[in-house]
Each structure stands twice: as structure tokens, then as C-alpha cells.
């Protein structure tokens, strides 16, 4: 039995009342990939949630009932995620955390919706999301078109880069993380001379390297997955691609760094701040390492934040009726989780979302840099 450590900024949630009263737990959905290229981040996920819950369990849990985390495997698939949408809403969850790609969490969201069912999303960061218009949907992590731009000011501002090559793989984030970040370039006055996508699942990315290699570009801005990026990185090396590589907040898995290799090194990733780079999650490292063996993935903190912050609202609704918890959700105000201080606004994106680069360094990742309160670049501090 897991036995984590009692964080700062989570209450004792003993409240009784509420529909929970006749249940015998109450039901967090977790829609992520469980399986296909993208496990490893949504096995993750899956883990910090039932970290997360261990946790509000062993303090009492939440309207005198205990958490259960159930997990649906949505294979970063829009099809299939629907169908694991519809598996967690007849298996009666009370409210939804978690996703991991924004092309399966689109759908999940229309499907909860509909049922009335409120969706933290921990990592899905196309703007569409929380942009539909629904009241139930709320965000961990920040959004596409507020990490295009700071990746775009790393490269003009930081890098002093004057040409750019982007490049996506035609995904829902990607697209939309390379339409931001090309015309945050653009803006900058970079010279974009390549903005086209790859087909991931592919083995062979030479003859596309090849081609952006001869447009000498400085830097090249992948958006893509990590299964990919490590390829990319690897296949770059071999052709001794002189561009600085770096990707989006999709690259910072290290399963990058396995695919790629001694070739990883460098590689540069924007992204929202890691765990172990997090002043707050320190014990959360610790527990989450010593409960699974292994280090928390790079949205860990964030779903485990999700978690928390349902809990709050359902022990703040006195109520598991997903309309009182959509409620208490819109009326969270600096909520200290492990990735700092959250709320929401009207459409339930965190007020407040960080952005840096990592690097990887020796075979891993290392803290880069960050914009401070006027604007300069700083070393982010581990």
C-alpha cells in the first residue's frame, strides 16, 4: 500500500454529505494511452493519479467515501477515445482527469460533456479545448498559443536565431503548436523557410532532414511526439545536420533520449516545468520513485495536481452532482498544488501557466532557461 507523504495545500476533505454518501467510492475517469507509442506518458499519468489518491485516501478521502482512479486506454486516438469517454461515463465517474493527446481529448470532451460530467485536463494543450464554449471543462497546464510564442522568443530572443524550419506531424497539438510558434517567428522577424509536417509511425525521416538541412535554417522546431523527435534526432546526427533540433512540449519524455541516443544530446524542449525542476514536488519525486520505481514522467505533477484540485472541488460542493462540482471548480482561487498556484478563468484555463526549456545533458534533462518578471532570460534554477 502506497503511504505518500501529506502535502502542503491539500485539506483534510472528511466532509459527509452529498450523493457520495451512497456510493461505495467515488469514481475519477482517466482517459489516456495506455497502450501504442505513447504509453509510457499515459501509464505515467495513470500512476500520479492513483498517487494523488492514495494520498486524499489516507487522510480520510472525500465526503467520507474513498477516491478510486479508473483508467481507460484511449490510445491518443479520437475514435478510441470516445469509446473509452463512454466506458468511464457508464461506469459511473463522478468527474474526469487527465488526457494526454489533444486529438483523442477533443472527443473524451464532447463525450463527457454531454453526459454532464466535468474534464481536468492535465496535458492536452490545443487552444480548441477549452474554446468550444462548455462550462465543465478545466485545465493544469497551460495552452498552444501561450508556448508557440514563448518558443518563438527562445528562438529569436535567446537563440538570436534568423532563420527556422517547423516542423509537425499534422496532429491536433502539433498543428497547433506550429501554427502559434510560426507566427510568433514570423512576428519576431525570423526567416520561416520550412513549415511542412512529417507522417509519424514512419522509420525513415532522412530524405525530409535532408531537404531542411539545405535551406540552412538555425534551428529546427519540431512539434511533434517523442517517438519521433528521438528518431529525428538520431537521423539528424547521421547526417550531421548543423541546425540547432529542438521540439515541443510533446519531446520531453525520455524515451526521446532512449531512441536517440548519445544524438539526444542537446536537444532542446520548451516546455511547462518538469517535476523534478518543481520547488513544490520534491516529496512528490520521492514518493512517486519509491512507488513505482521509476521517476515521474514530465505531466505527472500536472494530473496529479488534476486530481487534487476535483478533490477540492467535490469536498467544496459538499456533493458528487457533476453540476455542483463544475461549480465548485469555476470558484477555485490560488490553489497551492505541486505545480504552484492555481485558478481558473472564465473558461477554465489556469490563469497563470509557466513555460521553460529543458536540455538534455549527459543523458538527460537538464534545467535551460526561462523569461523572468521584465522580460530577460534566466537559468531556471533546480
Not at 492535465?122 to 497551460?142: E, H, Q, W
Not at 496532429?171 to 501554427?179: H, N, R, V
Not at 520534491?282 to 512507488?291: E, I
Request: glycine share 10%; proline share 5%.
Amino acid at each position: 500500500m502506497i503511504k505518500p507523504l501529506l502535502y502542503a495545500g491539500l485539506p483534510l476533505l472528511m466532509t459527509i454529505g452529498g450523493s457520495a454518501a451512497f456510493a461505495d467510492t467515488i469514481k475519477f475517469g482517466v482517459p489516456v494511452p495506455l497502450s501504442g507509442p505513447y504509453a509510457s506518458a499515459g501509464i505515467d499519468i495513470a500512476n500520479a493519479a492513483k498517487l494523488a489518491a492514495a494520498k486524499i485516501n489516507a487522510a480520510g478521502g472525500v465526503l467520507g467515501k474513498q477516491i478510486e482512479i479508473v483508467a481507460e486506454d484511449d490510445t491518443c486516438d479520437a475514435q478510441t477515445g470516445v469509446q473509452a469517454a463512454q466506458k468511464l461515463i457508464d461506469g459511473g465517474i463522478a468527474i474526469a482527469t487527465g488526457s494526454y493527446c489533444s486529438g483523442a481529448a477533443l472527443p473524451e470532451l464532447v463525450a463527457f460533456h454531454r453526459a454532464g460530467i466535468p474534464y481536468v485536463l492535465d496535458a492536452a494543450t490545443n487552444p480548441k479545448l477549452t474554446s468550444m464554449g462548455f462550462d465543465d471543462v478545466f485545465r493544469t497546464i497551460g495552452r498552444d498559443d501561450e508556448q508557440g510564442p514563448f518558443a518563438g522568443a527562445y528562438i529569436s530572443g535567446y537563440l538570436h536565431a534568423k532563420k527556422a524550419a517547423v516542423i509537425d506531424d499534422n496532429t491536433t497539438y502539433s498543428k497547433g503548436l506550429a501554427d502559434n510558434t510560426v507566427a510568433a517567428l514570423k512576428k519576431d522577424g525570423v526567416d520561416v523557410v520550412y513549415y511542412d509536417a512529417i507522417t509519424p509511425g514512419q522509420m525513415d525521416y532522412s530524405a525530409v532532414l535532408s531537404h531542411v538541412s539545405s535551406l540552412s535554417p538555425d534551428v529546427i522546431y519540431y512539434t511533434g511526439y517523442f517517438s519521433e523527435a528521438g528518431l529525428l534526432a538520431k537521423e539528424a546526427a547521421a547526417l550531421h545536420v548543423t541546425a540547432k533540433m529542438m521540439g515541443g512540449d510533446a519531446t520531453n519524455d525520455t524515451t526521446l533520449i532512449k531512441t536517440a541516443g548519445p544524438a539526444a544530446e542537446g536537444w532542446t524542449a520548451t516546455t511547462a516545468p518538469l517535476p523534478q525542476f518543481l520547488s513544490g514536488a520534491k516529496d512528490f519525486v520521492t514518493d512517486f520513485t519509491k512507488a513505482y520505481n521509476t521517476a515521474p514522467g514530465p505531466y505527472s505533477a500536472y494530473e496529479y495536481d488534476a486530481v487534487s484540485v476535483a478533490a477540492k472541488a467535490i469536498a467544496d460542493a459538499g456533493s458528487t452532482d457533476p453540476k455542483a462540482i463544475t461549480a465548485a471548480l469555476h470558484k477555485i482561487a490560488n490553489y497551492q498544488g505541486l505545480t504552484g498556484s492555481i485558478t481558473f478563468n472564465s473558461v477554465g484555463d489556469r490563469t497563470i501557466a509557466s513555460y521553460i526549456t529543458v536540455v538534455v545533458k549527459d543523458g538527460a534533462f537538464a534545467p535551460g532557461m526561462k523569461l523572468d518578471a521584465s522580460g530577460a532570460w534566466v537559468p531556471v534554477q533546480q
